[in-house]
């Protein structure tokens, strides 16, 4: 697949539900984003996305250090495309909007932006008719939150090139999300006609009184719905035909889809039917806000994306796909960035729980960023989780934090990391986070211990990790002391 590392600043045009997903997605890459919505709400729920975003990216990701892209609001559609390398559209569902947008995108971006759509069915086909350069378009449809879900469907129209599939399968690749090419081009691709099936079946089922909303929400969640998130339709069916798998299952279950079983036909909305499903998801809502329940799906998303990263030695389905991504983002031994300098060890934002009843960042979640960052540090020297795996490890046994400005909810915050000393079996680290304005805001002391894990005893540092180490280390030595290095608590007396 071609690499696509050049992509450094994308546009986002259509800032709804799913641009603002897009633009969280790119901005936590560390990709710039220049975001166009007319609507006046545009921006505050560009606002609203990302924090939601970096709440989930701290848990799936914690202690990764990639700098946040920088969100610029441009007053145009020419001003948010016109430096591109990439633009990706995600207005209303409507082809003749889409299409004359999507020409006037074409007209101002570079030849060699790339352009993706998020339509969830049209044409590309139709969508490039009337663009000049349509070999550059595809169709890129992700999924609601488009900042969790890893699918995109890549999907070309008759005049799209390979090379853009291939362009556009590596960024999003780049940016943790799982592609499946569309082989054949085909209204609604495939994630949608599926999911259209079923929401037909119960648009159907609810006109004729078979079941409400809530009873249609329950037959799935307690049931297809747990499995659906690692076995899709086929691999479970596959199970349910016992020991002879599939080819009974079809002779067993086979003739049932010559029965009247489903209708899949949707119904008429009329206005009745739209007041009868509008309602039952009220009562079904039962008064939790979109904000509640956008909350709560993201925390059980991060949840079972995390639970999915832990089955089998490289993870499952989704979890294998955060699995990859992680090591995309890790630090690797091989990849010292700047011996020389203080290592960038931790980059994120302050998020609400933070925050304690004095207004500012609380002060166990210093610690719970200083440990990320010596979990960075030792993660770069080679003491990574194949290290621990093995039974070798560092073990912190005196820390200390000082406390010198205060950190607010989303503000920026930044921690760069000195060794001030190493031996055979000790690692003295010395770590800074500063704020959005570079200043200091606290500082923590760490000395850490090597350990045979196994034998539950110090041991020496293995001579690899001892040798990058002494690589970095050796040039720390020759960097400032930090202000503040070596102190203690206590209540000095006053000099006269
Ligand atoms: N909502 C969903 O679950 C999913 C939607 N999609 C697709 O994503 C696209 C966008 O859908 P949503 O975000 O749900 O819609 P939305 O209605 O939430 O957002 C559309 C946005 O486009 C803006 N807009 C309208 N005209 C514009 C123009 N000329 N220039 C710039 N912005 C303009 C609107 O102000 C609005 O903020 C659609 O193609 C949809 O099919 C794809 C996957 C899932
Ligand atoms: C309803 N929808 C067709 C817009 C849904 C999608 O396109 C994907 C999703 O997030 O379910």
Redesign the pocket.
Known sequence: MTQDDKIQRAAV???????AGWAARFLLNGIDVAF????DS?RDRAHAVLAMARQAWARLYPGATVAEGQLIFAPT?EDAVRDADFVQE????IET?KRS?LAQIDAVAPVDTLIGS???GLLPSRLQADMRHPGRLVVG????PVYLLPLVEICGGDQTTEATRDRAAAFYTRTGMQVLRVRKEIDGFIADRLLEALWREGLWLIEEGVATTSELDDAIRYSAGLRWAFMGTFLTYRLAGGDDGMRHFLHQFGPALKLPWTKLVAPELTDTLIDRIATQSDEQAAGTSIRELEALRDDALVRILNALSQVGPDGYAAGRTLNGFRNARAPADTAIPDPDGPIVSYQGHALDAWIDYNGHMTEHRYLQVFGQATDHVLALIGANEAYVRAGHSFYTVESHIRHLGQVHAGDAVRVCSQILGHDAKRLHLFHTMTGADGTAVATSEHMLIHVDARQGASAPILPAVQAALMAIGDKHAALPRPAGAGGSIGIRPKTS
């Open positions: 045009i259509g800032g709804g539900v799913i641009g166009y919505d007319p609507s545009a559609l995600s207005l209303p569902e909007l947008v998020s339509t969830s449809h992700p999924f609601n």
